[in-house]
Nanobody, 123 residues
Framework: QVQLVDSGGGLVQAGGSLRLSCTNSGRTFNNAAMGWFRQAPGKEREFVAGIRCGSGITEYADSVKGRFTISRENDKKTVFLQMNSLKPEDTAVYYC????????????????WGQGTQVTVSS
C-alpha cells in the first residue's frame, strides 16, 4: 500500500520561495517516479515536475523551468519541490503523486495521490 503525505504549502509574496515535501510511507516500486501536480480554481490539474526514483532524472513543465527544482532523498521515498521566484499564477493546490512506472517520453499518469497542500502567492 502506498500513502503519500505532502506538506509545506503556505502564503508567500511574489518573488518569494516555498519548499514542499512528500513522503511515501508505504511500499516502493523499482521503476517508480514521484512528482507534483497543481490545480488552480476553475482549472484542470496540471503536471509541474517529476523525478524518477531510481535514476533521479527530472522533468518540468515549461511554466516552472528555471524556478522550481524537484529532488529526492537517498531512501527514494521522500521528494521535495523547491519553488523560487514565485508568481501569483503559481497559486494552486499542489498534489504529490506517484506512478509505478514512468517510461521515457510518456506522460506522468499518477497511480497514487497525496491529499494536497495549498500554495498562495500574493502580488
Amino acid at each position: 500500500q502506498v500513502q503519500l503525505v505532502d506538506s509545506g504549502g503556505g502564503l508567500v509574496q511574489a518573488g518569494g520561495s516555498l519548499r514542499l515535501s512528500c513522503t511515501n510511507s508505504g511500499r516502493t516500486f523499482n521503476n517508480a517516479a514521484m512528482g507534483w501536480f497543481r490545480q488552480a480554481p476553475g482549472k484542470e490539474r496540471e503536471f509541474v515536475a517529476g523525478i524518477r526514483c531510481g535514476s533521479g532524472i527530472t522533468e518540468y513543465a515549461d511554466s516552472v523551468k528555471g524556478r522550481f527544482t524537484i529532488s529526492r532523498e537517498n531512501d527514494k521515498k521522500t521528494v521535495f519541490l523547491q519553488m523560487n521566484s514565485l508568481k501569483p499564477e503559481d497559486t494552486a493546490v499542489y498534489y504529490c503523486a506517484l506512478v509505478k512506472i514512468w517510461s521515457s517520453g510518456a506522460s506522468f499518469s499518477a497511480d497514487y495521490w497525496g491529499q494536497g497542500t495549498q500554495v498562495t502567492v500574493s502580488s
